[in-house]
């Protein structure tokens, strides 16, 4: 996966869950809130996936998707390192506990 500064990135939420659980992001440990609205710069699909468009430099850090239902929880990590003008590194961690 690759982006650029002023593009955008998607980054999934992959749990193994069913029934389909709900789904919470955060970055570098605080709640994101995206929105549910696409023309929103920072938003989540339906699907979980998060969107972020317009990259800026402070969109770097650790995105974490938490997937809850009534049978439990499983999370994966997100590393989003920015190189500068025009160059997104993505590095993802998986944590199914």
Known sequence: MSGAIGGELRIKCQPEAAPFPDIQWFRNGGNLNPSENPDDNVYMSSSGELIIKELTSSDGGTYECVATNDLGEDRNRTV??????GKVSILTLYDSR
Not at 80 to 85: C, D, E, M, P, Y
């Open 80 to 85: 989003v390192t920015l190189f500068g003008k």
